[in-house]
Every structure is written in structure tokens, then in C-alpha cells.
């Protein structure tokens, strides 16, 4: 029984603040992996965000349109085949999506 107190009492015992780097340590490792994590897939939530924010967007700026216009842009296009107005709105949507992507971009 003396021999285990004694090599007990001869094992270094370990201090606070050896036991707090240690716990320091610990956390700071696991956090730079979980944090490594994330640096990668932001890009990928980032250009999700944006993407359906601009679609959005571009959505309420061709219903803002259609309500502008005397004539259906819709009906024309589909119903009437009428090119000039296809051409028109195409150029409305190449030019709604350039602004986005550039208010988007920075």
C-alpha cells in the first residue's frame, strides 16, 4: 500500500495551467478544423444567396415592366409571335442581369 502512495506521490502531478494549455490547445485545434470547414463551402452559400437573390430580383423588374407596358408582353410574344417585343425584352433581361451581376460583384 506505501509503494502505490509512494510512486503516486512521485508522478508529476499536473497543474492548472498545465491543464489549461492543454484544454487551450485542444480547442484551438478543433476550432481551426471546424473553421477550415467553413472557409470552404462559404463561397459555395455565398453564390446561392446571390444567385437566387438576383433571379429574384430580375423577376420583380419583369413584373414592374409588364405593368408599364400598354400591351401584354407576354401575349405578344407567345401568342402573337411578334419578334419586336421578344427582341425588346430579351434586351430588358440582358440589361437587368448585367446591372445585378455588377451590383452583386461589387
Do not use: C, D
Amino acid at each position: 500500500m506505501q509503494e502505490t502512495e509512494s510512486a503516486i506521490a512521485k508522478q508529476p502531478k499536473n497543474t492548472a495551467r498545465q491543464e489549461a494549455e492543454h484544454l487551450i490547445t485542444v480547442f484551438i485545434t478543433n476550432k481551426k478544423s471546424i473553421s477550415m470547414e467553413l472557409i470552404h463551402a462559404q463561397p459555395i452559400v455565398n453564390s446561392i444567396i446571390y444567385s437566387l437573390l438576383g433571379i429574384t430580383i430580375l423577376l420583380i423588374g419583369y413584373f414592374i415592366i409588364e405593368k408599364l407596358t400598354p400591351e401584354n408582353t407576354w401575349k405578344e410574344v407567345v401568342e402573337k409571335n411578334n419578334v419586336a417585343v421578344a427582341i425588346v425584352l430579351a434586351a430588358f433581361i440582358i440589361g437587368i442581369s448585367m446591372i445585378i451581376s455588377a451590383a452583386i460583384h461589387g
